[in-house]
């Protein structure tokens, strides 16, 4: 996999969209790389000492970029959520239970786009709200699985 290190003024910018669309404080000091297929990745500078050829390789995977909007990952949501003060759906237990599983649920928060999904202070990814539901995008390696 291919990837690219954003400069300093396109990494502010990276930084600045994921502010704004959740009203948080997120910063870093770690390299930001945006990979061949849209995904984000944070590095530390060290990183790059070790001659890595592959993104896979190194750091955490932040965020995929999906039609110019942040879809961020689990740990992605887990950074910027403490901070976040728009976009963010607080579930309920039984919401919880559903969406853990890999269901979609009903959009009661009225809100669209990626939002940051949240139970308590647990961060559970980022959902995609549609005027009737929030879609999943929990990995099935990350679900819970159900004894049915």
Do not use: C
């Not at 050829?53 to 110019?68: K, M, P, T, W």
């Not at 949501?77 to 853990?100: C, H, W």
């Not at 269901?103 to 005027?131: C, M, Q, S, Y």
């Amino acid at each position: 996999m291919r990837y690219t290190i954003l400069n300093k003024k396109e990494a502010r910018r990276f930084i600045e969209q994921v502010n704004e669309r959740f009203s948080s404080e997120f910063s870093t000091d770690d390299v930001i790389v945006k990979t061949n297929r849209d995904r984000v990745i944070l590095a530390r500078k060290e990183m790059f000492d070790l001659q890595i050829q592959r993104a896979n390789s190194f750091g955490l995977y932040f965020a995929e970029l999906v039609s110019g909007m942040i879809r961020l990952s689990i740990e992605g949501s887990q950074l910027v959520g403490p901070t976040a003060k728009r976009n963010v759906i607080d579930l309920d237990d039984r919401e919880m239970f559903e969406y853990s599983r890999g269901e979609n649920i009903t959009n009661r928060w009225g809100t669209l786009g990626f939002v940051i999904v949240r139970h308590g202070n647990d961060f559970f990814g980022t959902g995609k709200a549609t005027p009737n539901s929030i879609l999943n995008y929990m990995p099935k390696e990350r679900r819970v699985r159900s004894r049915d």
